[in-house]
């Protein structure tokens, strides 16, 4: 998979050059460009915010240097990647980014994400790459960050955890909280016995049927009790 991240500060994404997506570029199971969107301004200050026509506190970012580098980098990409991309605009007012979100979004061949900053991007940005992509507004939750560059990280690690070769055990994937709609069970290892405290008997008793029974449990009285919202709809395409 291709990825153009397109942000005022690249440096955040550092930490994507660690451990497991760190590997995955390595060994190119993912393309991770990350794109300083100053490289598209023309003054010399490399201005890409402005103030909001109509008033109102806050600057917001111009459009010119996101139709330029919308247009290099969908341009660019159209000599190696057959599929229109995915261009994807981290937003507290988009839809809100879940576990079926990052399934889909990791059968793509490419994405690009565009990070706002200040009170976001000129709303004329959204309709222009319409015309370049598949344009998809999404939130990481009803909060509201400082800039799309935390959101568009956790998004890249929740797909790019999901494409295969990029989790060494693939059966760990299908185990796990929200997989199935449920959140997952306790997890325990050795030693059998911590602080007065231990693990499970059923755990330790081999017996494989009554150990998923027991999990299976674990995960409905656990969702019930911390996320009963998720109850209301268990099937595993939620
Ligand atoms: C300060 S926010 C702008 C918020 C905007 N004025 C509003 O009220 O909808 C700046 C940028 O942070 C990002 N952002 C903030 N909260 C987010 C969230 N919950 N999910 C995804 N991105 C978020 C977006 O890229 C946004 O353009």
Known sequence: MRIDVLSIFPSYFDGLTLSLLGKAQATGIIDLRIRDLRDWTSDRHRTVDDTPYGGGAGMVMKPEPWGLALDDISEAAAATVAERPTIIFPSPAGEVFTQKTARDLATREHLIF???????????????????????????????????????????????????????NPESLVEESHEDGLLEYPSYTKPASWRGRSVPDVLLSGNHAAIAAWRHEQQIERTRSRRPDLLDDTSPSS
């Open 114 to 168: 565009g990070c706002g900053r200040y009170e976001g991007i000129d709303e004329r940005v959204f309709e222009y790459a319409a015309e370049r992509g598949d344009v998809r507004l999404i939130s990481l939750g009803d909060y509201v960050l400082n800039g799309g560059e935390v959101a568009t990280m956790a998004m890249i690690e929740a797909i790019g955890r999901l494409i295969p070769g990029v989790v060494g």
